[in-house]
């Protein structure tokens, strides 16, 4: 497997991002999905990943700049064929270490607080994610959740 930063100009990867969309739609309400559309994780201040296993796009990840110390993990999506098969676990230990070494001291994510996020919420927890308060302008929502993680070797930590 291959992750590399990918500048999302593919039509493979604006198909894999609008059935990111598209589920997340289907599972929660609109005003609880906060998944950033193409032209959003385009913006300067978004790195985002790809995955792939030869050719085959299988996963996607990226992190939102919030401030100088501070990111937000985005669109993290394992293609559905190749779920529980370890790609989400080592895209998120790259991002992680990615961030840090980008110089950030802590890395927040919102998700679903339906059953259906219940997976990604165990392997955030796994990872050393805490549960927190929102962050960056979220609102409470019974439908999110919010976790926050320091990351190892950034300036400070």
Known sequence: ????????????????????LQQLRSISPPESVHALDLDELRRPEVTFWSVRDGAALV???????????????KSMRTDAARKRSGIASRLLG???????????A?????????????PARKLYEKF?????EPFAGYRPDPNSVFMTRTLAGAPGV
């Open 59 to 73: 996963g996607c990840g990226a992190v939102k700049r919030l401030d100088a110390g501070h990111v937000e993990l």
């Open 106 to 118: 802590r890395l927040s994510l919102e998700t679903g607080s339906e059953e259906f996020f219940l």
């Open 94 to 104: 790259h991002i992680i270490a990615e961030a840090g070494r980008m110089g950030f």
């Open 128 to 132: 050393g994610f805490d549960y927190c």
């Open 1 to 20: 497997m291959k992750i590399a930063v990918d500048d999302l100009s593919g039509p493979e990867i604006a198909r894999f991002l609008d059935a990111h």
